[in-house]
Nanobody, 120 residues
Framework: EQFVESGGGLVQPGGSLRLSCAAS????????ITWFRQAPGKEREEVSC????????YYAESVKGRFIISRDNVGNTVHLQMNRLKPEDTAVYYC??????????????WGQGTQVTVSS
């Protein structure tokens, strides 16, 4: 069972990146997903969440209107589309999967983390 992240990198302010987490050995359609991020010297922050049914979503105020969380059950992958990126979005981003509808509680699977750097 694996949960593998991809899509990070260096981007200029105002640019876009799409992060992905591909699951193998388990089916993401049964899991609530959260994207976290952690910047140097700061606590881990919950960026965006989606319930297993896709009926509920959450976005941190700092990313609302700029980031979009989505799920591709056929590809068994989740995405975080990040638009109008700002330097303060610079962090290591992690995806996490929790069995069931709600994203509250402990997570069974974590991605390895991917670095996002927003800089000119």
């Amino acid at each position: 069972e694996q949960f593998v992240e991809s899509g990070g990198g260096l981007v200029q302010p105002g640019g876009s990146l799409r992060l992905s987490c591909a699951a193998s050995g388990f089916f993401l359609e049964n899991y609530a997903i959260t994207w976290f991020r952690q910047a140097p010297g700061k606590e881990r922050e919950e960026v965006s969440c989606i319930s297993s049914s896709d009926r509920s979503m959450y976005y941190a105020e700092s990313v609302k209107g700029r980031f979009i969380i989505s799920r591709d059950n056929v590809g068994n992958t989740v995405h975080l589309q990040m638009n109008r990126l700002k330097p303060e979005d610079t962090a290591v981003y992690y995806c996490a999967a929790r069995d069931g509808e709600s994203w509250r509680g402990l997570y069974e699977y974590w991605g390895q983390g991917t670095q996002v750097t927003v800089s000119s």
